[in-house]
Structures are given as C-alpha cells and as structure tokens.
C-alpha cells in the first residue's frame, strides 16, 4: 500500500479549466482516515465492493471488474482534473483501501 508521502501531487495549469486556481490538495487526515487520490491497489478491493451485493443495495447494478476499473479512473481523474472530488479512503492503522468519499457542487436550481 501507498503511503501518504509517497503520493505526488499537481496543479492545473489548464486555462479552461475553471478550478485551475486550485493546487490539488494534500491528502486529507483524520485521527483513523486517509482521504487520498486513488492509486493502482485500489481497483481489487473497490471491485470486490462494487460487486458485493449487499453493499449495491441501493444502486441500479452491481459492477463488473471493467466496469469498476472504469468508475476508479474517471474518479481519479476528477481529483486530477478539480483537485476534489471522490477520495479514496484508507484506514491508517492497516493502510488498507476501505471505500471512497466526496465532495460534490450542488447546481444551481434556480
């Protein structure tokens, strides 16, 4: 497993991007979690969640192993891309990937 201090971290440069003023963050700690941007061991345990019946209760389908690498990259990327966005969380006393989190921007409903 990836420890915090191994994780590299970039700014958006991209002039279209709106959230380019954004340097991506360092890794966000609580006194058990991790929140970090996703790496390569994360894709066999997100998988095995995403394929877990009780756990996709409440979503329209459980996933197959492509469709949860797909899902990993594009969440990744979003971090990538904003500097935010779905975190993979890590316990920090076993180091272990334990599912995912986010921040979202609610729309305006005007």
Known sequence: MCSASQLTWAASTDP???WSFMTVPHPIETERL???QWISADREPFARLNNDAEVMRYFPARLSRAESDTMADRLEGLIAERGWGFWAV????TGHFIGFTAAVTRQNRS
């Open 16 to 18: 279209s991007n709106p």
């Open 34 to 36: 991790l929140l970090r």
């Open 90 to 93: 890590e316990e920090k006393v």
